[in-house]
T-cell receptor, first 115, second 116 residues
């Protein structure tokens, strides 16, 4: 079974609009962390935002926020006021504390921002 | 801002040849990782390394792969006899000493390996 599911292979969004990238996860570990990474066409992996399973509030980092719904096991990334430079591949990822140290990635969503 | 660096950015090699991918983790980090991303696919964990030994490895990380920290700054991934299916982007990552889940792994820019 997939640990991280990103159901949107691609999205097109008009510049300046908000966009939500979906992510659901599967774990029985009570302690875990959720991450979002951005991969532009140049290939590097850029850390965007982190949410811990015990965090009471949704994480925010500038224009990025994480809509964490623990009961639904979802961790959607919200980008407000999208910019052309936001065009990239976005990966949702998870680390389970009791298991090991690795990060498990989803298949990603390719976001295209239209001028 | 400190960052993970990787060399080379691109490498082309013949099948059966050995390759060494190099990484310089962030200087005060103690945990190191290699991941790979086959073109168009998701990022996959290969190996984690701490205190000069492998902490965990995936089933991908077979006997053809090895890692080493030859000095205080470099962290290398060696593929002894490359196969066509080793063609991928290889990412090095590192994280700090904290034991909490919040410790983020920071990724390098990657090395794109092409095996012909």
């Amino acid at each position: 079974a997939q640990k991280i599911t990103q159901t949107q292979p691609g999205m097109f969004v008009q510049e300046k609009e908000a966009v939500t990238l979906d992510c659901t996860y599967d774990t029985s570990d009570p302690s875990y962390g959720l991450f979002w990474y951005k991969q532009p066409s140049s290939g590097e992996m850029i850390f965007l935002i982190y949410q811990g399973s015990y965090d009471q509030q949704n994480a925010t980092e500038g224009r990025y926020s994480l809509n964490f719904q623990k009961a639904r096991k979802s961790a959607n990334l919200v980008i407000s006021a999208s910019q052309l430079g936001d065009s990239a591949m976005y990966f949702c990822a998870m680390r389970e504390v009791s298991r090991d140290d690795k990060i498990i990635f989803g298949k990603g969503t390719r976001l295209h921002i239209l001028p | 801002e400190p960052e993970v660096t990787q060399t080379p950015s691109h490498q082309v090699t013949q099948m059966g040849q050995e390759v060494i991918l190099r990484c310089v983790p962030i200087s005060n980090h103690l945990y190191f990782y290699w991941y790979r991303q086959i073109l168009g696919q998701k990022v996959e964990f290969l190996v984690s390394f701490y205190n000069n030994e492998i902490s965990e490895k995936s089933e991908i990380f077979d006997d053809q792969f090895s890692v080493e920290r030859p000095d205080g700054s470099n962290f290398t991934l060696k593929i002894r006899s490359t196969k066509l299916e080793d063609s991928a982007m290889y990412f090095c990552a590192s994280r700090g000493e904290g034991a909490t889940i919040q410790e983020t792994q920071y990724f390098g820019p990657g090395t794109r390996l092409l095996v012909l």
